[in-house]
């Protein structure tokens, strides 16, 4: 089968319903605030949070890494149902395929040949197989749940690149931003994976250039998928815990569900969360009760001078375009 055209811009152009899930996915690079995002878009009526499910195959259907509901995934009947009504059960060879097909198809130096369609031949034919599996876990996510839209935060844009190709899948893409600085501290900190067998291991950790380079990366490769036609939007970490309830009404909108939406589980500066079925991100996906939405600015003075000089310096005209660097957005 031949790679299929782009997905038409306009999200409500071709309509959604039970044989074409609609997915609100959250890009952007890891420590930009997408797992709390996620959580607290996750308790809008009708939208379920399903996680990082680029991560299912290998660290929960492999390795049975907890879901975030505190179970392992082999024992979260959530995740057995969708596994049955997707796939007549979980099965380790789907997940050892899916590692193999993303290797394949859905790495970060793809995106070139994925934008411009040059997947032919085998690419495009393990491209097809690739997305028609998350098609079908999509499917029965939203089946399972009853969600109008489900979240994958995946974050990675090789994989929304992929996605946008399959005309089945009703694509709705958060494009989630945070000051380059931040994340650049962020990603020099030591944080505990609860997940892991033995808890104790630990989050990979970036040198601030290191952290920068792929900020740029990650930022330009979203900012071209919403050049292609795919639906996107631009979310600032700052503005979403500056006003929580504002950033949720429009991406309801945003993910065609327009208000008003009760949004009791929200107030000016928390969230009260209940339990979860995610997948693999932050370890704040365990979180359940009231959380404080509070913007992290331990940057602004725990990142030694001149990492933050070199880390401004790399990311000046992004940070310059996102309007980082106004007075006001300090
Ligand atoms: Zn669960």
Redesign the pocket.
Known sequence: MSITPAAPAAPTAVGSGPDRPRVLFIGGLGRSGTTVVERVLGEVPGVCSAGELVHLWHRAVLSDER?????P?SR????QAVGTRAFGGWDRALAERMETLRARVDRTRFIPRLALRGGRGRAGKDLDEYVGVYRRLYRAIAEESGAAVVIDSSKHSSLAFCLRTDPGIDLRVVHAVRDSRGVAYSWTKEVRRPESAAGTDLMTRYSPVRSALLWLGHNASLALLGRLGTPTRLLRYEDFVADPARSVRELAVFAGRPGPQPLDFLDAHAVTLG????VAGNPMRFTVGEVTLRRDDAWRTALPRGQRRLTTLLTLPLLAAYGYLHRSAR
């Open positions: 879901c975030g509901c505190g179970r995934f979260c009947p959530f995740w339990a979860s079925h995610t």
